[in-house]
């Protein structure tokens, strides 16, 4: 008697949660191809597509446009709040992080910025997007926006660093209070690109407007990430550097 459909997803979720349990499908792992799938269970490709987005929701597995399906690294523990940047954090739990300079140039401010940044309409700042990867998966796109009065020559700076160690090491400020908000939200245009996202796909948005030592304003950041690639974990005892 052939097996109904819902039947059939709990086999294929139970098979492939078992096989990344015991690490036979490894972290990193491409998944057949879900006509493929479909065979070898003998089902249909809508029921391997509906197993295969429960397995995405519990973060076992994720996908990429034009590439399929793959085994979930372990998340990122990510405290907003924490003074360590980004390398120091991936580092800190034995992963490999890198990061590209995807544009920076002067802008006119975003007119939702004004408020929040405390500047005058038609303000400039210094817009600056970056991609971030985790053990050479892109997790991250970041846009950068920092208020001119405190980085003179910015744009002639190495941005592939971090801007926490640029900040003390160039112009000897360092972070103090921060503000953020924490929103699901949908992958569109430039982030979904360099996420590999189909647009419309679910991702994390951290907002975060950042004061320095003497509790002038400085920059706002941005944050898009993959949802199945981070753990927030907020920590009061730590502050971010």
Same mark, same amino acid.
């Given at each position: 008697?052939e =097996?109904?459909?819902?039947? !059939? *997803? @709990?086999?294929?979720?139970?098979?492939?949660?078992?096989?990344?349990? /015991?690490?036979?499908?490894?972290? &990193?792992?491409?998944?057949?191809?879900?006509?493929?799938?479909?065979?070898?269970?003998?089902? *249909?490709? %809508?029921?391997?597509?509906? @197993?295969?987005?429960?397995?995405?929701? $519990?973060? =076992?597995?994720?996908?990429? $446009?034009?590439?399929?399906w793959?085994? +979930?690294?372990?998340?990122?523990?990510?405290?907003? @709040?924490?003074?360590s940047?980004?390398?120091? =954090?991936?580092? /800190?739990?034995?992963?490999?992080a $890198? *990061?590209?300079v995807?544009?920076?140039?002067?802008?006119?401010?975003?007119?939702?910025?004004v /408020?929040?940044?405390?500047?005058a309409?038609?303000s400039?700042?210094?817009?600056?997007?970056?991609?971030r990867?985790? #053990?050479?998966?892109?997790? =991250?796109?970041?846009?950068?926006?920092?208020?001119?009065?405190?980085?003179?020559?910015i744009?002639r700076?190495?941005? +592939?660093? +971090?801007?926490?160690?640029?900040?003390r090491? $160039?112009?000897?400020?360092e972070? &103090?209070?921060?503000?953020? #908000?924490?929103?699901? *939200?949908?992958?569109? &245009?430039?982030a979904?690109?360099v996420?590999?996202?189909?647009?419309? +796909?679910?991702?994390?948005?951290?907002?975060? %407007?950042?004061?320095d030592?003497?509790?002038?304003?400085?920059?706002? #950041?941005r944050?898009?990430?993959?949802? #199945?690639?981070?753990?927030?974990?907020v920590?009061? !005892?730590?502050?971010?550097?």
């Amino acid at each position: 008697m052939e =097996l109904q459909p819902k039947t !059939q *997803t @709990a086999l294929i979720t139970d098979t492939l949660r078992r096989q990344i349990a /015991a690490a036979t499908l490894a972290p &990193g792992h491409k998944l057949p191809a879900e006509r493929e799938l479909a065979t070898l269970f003998d089902t *249909t490709r %809508i029921t391997v597509k509906d @197993a295969l987005s429960m397995l995405e929701a $519990e973060g =076992l597995i994720y996908r990429e $446009e034009r590439r399929g399906w793959f085994v +979930s690294r372990p998340r990122l523990v990510y405290n907003p @709040a924490s003074r360590s940047h980004f390398h120091a =954090l991936v580092a /800190a739990q034995a992963r490999r992080a $890198e *990061t590209r300079v995807l544009a920076s140039r002067w802008v006119p401010a975003p007119c939702e910025l004004v /408020a929040e940044m405390e500047i005058a309409p038609l303000s400039r700042l210094f817009r600056l997007c970056r991609e971030r990867r985790i #053990d050479g998966r892109a997790v =991250l796109y970041v846009e950068h926006f920092l208020r001119p009065e405190w980085f003179p020559g910015i744009e002639r700076q190495d941005l +592939s660093q +971090s801007l926490t160690e640029l900040y003390r090491r $160039e112009y000897g400020l360092e972070y &103090g209070r921060s503000r953020f #908000d924490i929103c699901p *939200t949908a992958a569109r &245009g430039e982030a979904a690109r360099v996420l590999n996202l189909a647009p419309g +796909s679910p991702v994390l948005a951290v907002s975060r %407007i950042n004061y320095d030592q003497h509790g002038r304003l400085l920059d706002c #950041d941005r944050e898009i990430w993959r949802h #199945d690639a981070v753990r927030i974990r907020v920590d009061s !005892q730590h502050r971010r550097e």
